[in-house]
């Protein structure tokens, strides 16, 4: 077991309040089908959206992604969608109760039918869906851990077909799976613009994977460590997450 997983079971074990609160928003996470996880706080606060103007949240689960977003950048719009009806809820009651409902906007559709008519500057999704691996220790979290509904040459595929020219997409995965990931890019003219390993206790386990449509510069890559060598939080784990987190 990797010490990710076993760091969110333990969580899952341990939780017993339904919000979970950050610094300038709060998420209820009674019903979606993702709670609140390492993979997503990290995802929503490592991804470059700076730029962005209009960007969307594949599989939202209870919007954090998009939530994370819209506080960080005050000039975008954020779509967001889930195909689970009781995350679609749970994450429109959030968007609802957020400082920047305004500006979020939520459809209950797969990517695969999803049409809204307009072009991204940024699609970012969280998880990309696990091929291989531990079965879900949760029924509810299996279409979402897994390539049931959504497999990673689609989420490709759609996203390069949504995307303007030198669009962004930006997912997290484990390091086989996002080596996979990669290789797949090519067909669907990705180019991987960003990549940071992240190590946590004694090995990588996760890649943040950042793509662009028809680049061909090559990555900026780094490694992340989540710990220093005390085994407190690191300086540059804190730099990313601590916009959000209430204490760390």
């Known amino acids: 077991m990797s010490f990710l997983l076993y760091c969110e079971l333990v969580y899952l074990c341990l939780m017993n309040k339904n919000i979970f609160?950050?610094?300038?928003?709060?998420?209820?996470?009674?019903?979606?089908?993702?709670?609140?996880?390492?993979?997503?706080?990290?995802?929503?606060?490592w991804c470059d959206?700076?730029?962005?103007?209009?960007?969307?949240?594949?599989?939202?689960?209870?919007?954090?992604?998009?939530?994370?977003?819209a506080q960080r950048n005050s000039n975008a719009d954020i779509y967001a969608i889930e195909p689970d009806i009781d995350s679609f809820k749970e994450a429109s009651y959030n968007f609802g109760n957020s400082p920047w409902k305004n500006r979020l906007n939520i459809d209950n559709l797969p990517l695969q039918k999803y049409m809204p008519g307009?072009?991204?500057?940024?699609?970012?999704?969280?998880?990309?869906?696990?091929?291989?691996?531990t079965e879900s220790y949760l029924k509810g979290r299996a279409n979402v851990r897994h390539t049931?509904?959504?497999?990673h040459e689609e989420l490709l595929l759609y996203?390069?077909?949504l995307l303007r020219a030198q669009g962004k997409l930006s997912v997290i995965l484990p390091p086989e799976e996002g080596d996979e990931f990669i290789r797949n890019s090519r067909k669907f003219n990705f180019g991987l613009s960003r990549l940071s390993r992240v190590f946590t206790k004694n090995k990588v386990e996760?890649?943040?994977?950042e793509f662009k449509i028809?680049?061909?510069?090559?990555?900026?890559?780094?490694?992340?460590?989540?710990y220093d060598k005390t085994g407190n939080y690191s300086i540059d784990y804190k730099e990313i997450v601590d916009a959000f987190y209430l204490n760390i």
């Open 49 to 69: 959206i700076y730029q962005d103007f209009k960007l969307l949240d594949v599989g939202t689960g209870t919007g954090l992604i998009a939530l994370m977003i």
């Open 118 to 133: 307009t072009e991204f500057d940024h699609i970012i999704c969280n998880p990309p869906f696990f091929n291989a691996g």
């Open 214 to 226: 028809g680049w061909s510069r090559g990555p900026v890559e780094n490694l992340l460590k989540i």
């Open 148 to 151: 049931i509904n959504l497999t």
């Open 206 to 209: 996760r890649l943040l994977i």
């Open 21 to 45: 609160r950050f610094k300038q928003f709060s998420v209820k996470h009674e019903h979606s089908s993702m709670k609140i996880g390492f993979d997503g706080i990290l995802l929503g606060a």
């Open 159 to 161: 996203s390069s077909k």
